[in-house]
């Protein structure tokens, strides 16, 4: 059984910096492509990144040269550095990832960090 457990939310202000991790258990996490999303109060769950097993990354435009996916397949964690943060980047954030085993898609999910910055 999968599980992801994200740290490194806080409340920071904005043009300021804070670095997530999601800690990875329970799969081979070489194997698997990573995602960030969040979660604004109201809003629908986006995507801001993406890094396939293969280190690949992808970003939303909202936060293309501000935001570093990483990943450390020793430590089966993955990172998420963030800089130069807005007010508009306060959500709850989350790991995923997922299965397909016999065609079955499985999306296992972390239960998230808290950003929050002040303007």
């Known amino acids: 059984q999968a599980q992801l457990v994200e740290s490194g939310g806080g409340l920071v202000q904005a043009g300021g910096s804070l670095r997530l991790s999601c800690a990875a258990s329970?799969?081979?996490?070489?194997?698997?492509?990573m995602d960030w999303y969040r979660q604004a109060p109201g809003m629908e769950r986006e995507l801001v990144a993406t890094?396939?097993?293969?280190?690949?990354?992808v970003y939303a435009d909202s936060v293309k040269g501000r935001f570093t996916i990483s990943r450390d397949n020793a430590r089966n964690t993955m990172y998420l550095q963030m800089n130069s943060l807005k007010s508009e980047d306060t959500a709850v954030y989350y790991c995923?990832?997922?299965?397909?085993?016999?065609?079955?898609?499985?999306?296992?999910w972390g239960r998230g960090t808290q950003v929050t910055v002040s303007s």
């Open positions: 995923h990832t997922k299965s397909v085993i016999i065609g079955v898609i499985r999306d296992y």
């Open positions: 329970g799969f081979i996490f070489r194997r698997n492509d």
């Open positions: 890094i396939s097993s293969g280190g690949s990354t």
